[in-house]
């Protein structure tokens, strides 16, 4: 960055209506702020664009000075990929609009925008689009991944719900892509990552949800770990798509719900939504509102914003994060017993595996129907560790490798591109895409033969330009 004269970075301010930040700036430090503080990088400056042509302008600045460049869609990558260390960040947090069209059924919504922003947008209007489970994270790098929570079952990935974008391509051209134009980009973006541009806009389809749902947590000693995992597999064997359920296994946190005398224990919890009526709700929950001696019931009518948020306080910004995942077709009793063994080695009191079911419409896409991929995968398992500070990481980090690889033979070989550390290479980037990585690699050659885009999961390597 030193090498690019003080004229020719101030000749790119001055065209920009938003700002340019510089180390020294007061609102440096937030724009540069990500979640997971295991990652130290420093970007020499950061653009906060207020406009399409703000993005034009900095991927052509970036490309001519031959700048690295990184994309700040909500920060919450795992592996740090919103910053750029010495180069140029963008930092699309002030364009976050979110538009509802109620009569095509679609919102609009800005790069910027978080989980939370979109919810609270379209459930004014009682939709919504798939979106995750914390709402602080963005929506930006969740969709470019592929995207999955409570709404999988029912409406497939989050990017089969993904109708159309704006994006700024490497030669600062602003394009359209969607399923009628740019066939091949638009494919790309649907799991591909941020390796094929700068998106400016997302249309995402939405459905009638809420606004109530009948959801929440409950919770019991990790003594009932095996009954209320059996339970757990019976119970996603059948259950309706409108009901979608988590399993975690952690130590107790010492929230007010749980009584005092459990906070630190070992628990097992499942987290419920289910988006039909009230009555079939109570139907379908009973045999688990009724299971053993459960520590804690939340689970009750609220609003589909607020289940979105519940998680929220279990991952809070700023905290050492190391996590692995895989993709599994089903849970047999050999993976339970594995999930069980490692749990009880839980190194932290914050650690968690967990288990999320998403079999349902995504399997109803063929393999090739966006670049994501894995539409065999029925549950993601995630082994999660998180310490305030670097002194417990290399711990942590070493009981989430173990714990992966013992689950790891009963995965189907796929694993979930936006759970990637930074340490995870370029084979597990083709363990994500699988069948679709060397279409993927052909449009990236196309679109980025540069490799300009390369602050992600970068197929470049693959395409044998890296
Ligand atoms: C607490 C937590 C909970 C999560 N829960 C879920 C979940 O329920 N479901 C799920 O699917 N995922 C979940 N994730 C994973 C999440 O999808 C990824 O971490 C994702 O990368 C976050 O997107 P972001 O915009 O916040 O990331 P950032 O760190 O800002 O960016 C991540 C990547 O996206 C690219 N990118 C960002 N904006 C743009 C853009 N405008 N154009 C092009 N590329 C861009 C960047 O280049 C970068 O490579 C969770 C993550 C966390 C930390």
């Given at each position: 960055m030193s090498a690019v004269p003080g004229a020719v970075v101030d000749s790119f301010a001055a065209g920009l209506s938003g700002d340019l930040l510089a180390p020294e700036h007061p609102e440096f430090a937030e724009s540069t702020l990500i979640w997971n503080a295991m990652i130290q990088k420093r970007p020499a400056l950061v653009v906060r664009p207020s406009t399409t042509s703000d993005v034009a302008r900095t991927v052509d600045f970036a490309r001519q000075q031959g700048l690295e460049l990184s994309i700040k869609g909500g920060g919450h990558n795992i592996a740090g990929l919103a910053l750029s260390d010495g180069g140029i960040t963008l930092d699309m947090s002030r364009v976050n609009t979110v538009e509802v069209d109620v009569l095509r059924g679609i919102a609009r919504v800005g790069p910027g925008c978080k989980l939370g922003d979109v919810d609270r947008a379209t459930q004014q209007h009682g939709l919504a689009t798939t979106l995750g489970f914390v709402s602080e994270?963005?929506?930006?790098?969740?969709?470019?991944?592929?995207?999955?929570?409570?709404?999988?079952?029912?409406?497939?990935?989050?990017?089969?719900d993904l109708v159309e974008v704006e994006i700024v391509t490497a030669d600062g051209e602003v394009r359209r892509a969607s399923r009628e134009v740019t066939d091949d980009l638009f494919w790309a973006l649907r799991g591909g990552g941020g390796n094929f541009g700068v998106v400016t806009e997302f249309v995402?389809?939405?459905?009638?949800?809420?606004?109530?749902?009948?959801?929440?947590?409950?919770?019991?000693?990790?003594?009932?770990?095996?009954?209320?995992?059996?339970?757990y597999r019976t119970i996603t064997a059948t259950a309706s798509r409108e009901m979608t359920s988590v399993v975690l296994m952690r130590n107790a946190p010492p929230a007010p719900w749980l009584p005092a005398d459990k906070h630190?224990?070992?628990?097992?919890?499942?987290?419920?939504?289910?988006?039909?009526?009230?009555?079939?709700?109570?139907?379908?929950?009973?045999p688990i509102i009724n299971h053993g001696h459960p520590w804690a019931d939340l689970i009750e009518l609220k609003s589909y914003v607020a289940q979105q948020s519940m998680l929220d306080a279990t991952q809070p910004k700023g905290m050492h994060y190391y996590w692995k995942s895989e993709f599994l077709a089903e849970l047999s009793d050999e993976l339970l017993a594995t999930v069980r063994s490692q749990f009880d080695g839980l190194a932290a009191p914050a650690n968690q595996i967990v288990l999320f079911q998403i079999e349902g419409a995504l399997g109803e896409h063929d393999e090739d129907d966006g670049a994501v991929g894995n539409r065999d995968a029925a549950y993601a398992c995630v082994i999660a560790a998180l310490s305030p500070g670097p002194e417990a990481a290399a711990a942590n980090r070493e009981w989430v490798r173990l714990a992966w690889e013992a689950v790891k033979p009963f995965s189907t070989g796929g694993n979930y591109i936006n759970?990637?550390?930074?340490?995870e290479v370029t084979a597990r980037i083709?363990?994500?895409?699988?069948?679709?990585?060397?279409?993927?690699?052909?449009?990236?050659a196309s679109y980025d033969p540069t490799n300009l885009f390369r602050v992600n999961r970068n197929i470049a390597p693959i395409s044998g330009q890296g």
């Open positions: 994270t963005g929506v930006a790098g969740l969709t470019l991944g592929g995207g999955f929570g409570y709404l999988t079952r029912q409406f497939g990935w989050t990017t089969d995402f389809r939405l459905h009638q949800i809420g606004p109530e749902v009948t959801a929440g947590l409950i919770a019991w000693s990790a003594e009932e770990a095996e009954g209320v995992l059996d339970l630190g224990q070992p628990m097992i919890a499942m987290v419920v939504v289910h988006c039909g009526s009230p009555e079939q709700a109570a139907a379908d929950l009973a759970f990637q550390t930074e340490d083709g363990d994500s895409y699988r069948g679709n990585i060397e279409r993927l690699a052909r449009v990236k």
